[in-house]
């Protein structure tokens, strides 16, 4: 087999889905597993048994791009609902989530501060 099989070979098995059921072979031991089976399936084939449409999913990646872009400048939070297929944005403040490395060490007490 040369070189290039050998990479379309590797590529169509990246290429595939693989679904792997397993289960422990002891109920109350974390560690052993068994291989129960294997189902593979290639992409379009997976995303056409699931209904899903490749140019939609770029259409909803748009879409999303086009609601951040309409937003002034500023940084934000994306949050979906759990319990709805809803994404909402919300607006937070600059330094939000930002961490400075002092914050992380335990305040030290001085003699005088019992």
Do not use: C
């Amino acid at each position: 087999m040369g070189k290039s099989e050998r990479i379309v070979k590797h590529i169509a098995r990246k290429l595939t889905a693989r679904f792997r059921f397993v289960s422990r072979v002891n109920p109350k031991s974390a560690n052993d597993h068994v291989v129960l089976g294997v189902l593979g399936y290639k992409p379009r084939e997976f995303a056409s048994q699931m209904n899903l449409n490749l140019n939609n999913g770029w259409a909803i990646v748009r879409t999303f791009v086009d609601m951040v872009m309409r937003e002034p400048d500023g940084k934000y939070v994306l949050v979906k609902d759990p319990n709805k297929p809803t994404l909402r944005i919300y607006s937070v403040p600059l330094n939000t989530f930002e961490e400075d490395g002092d914050d992380m060490e335990a305040p030290l007490m001085e003699e005088n501060e019992e």
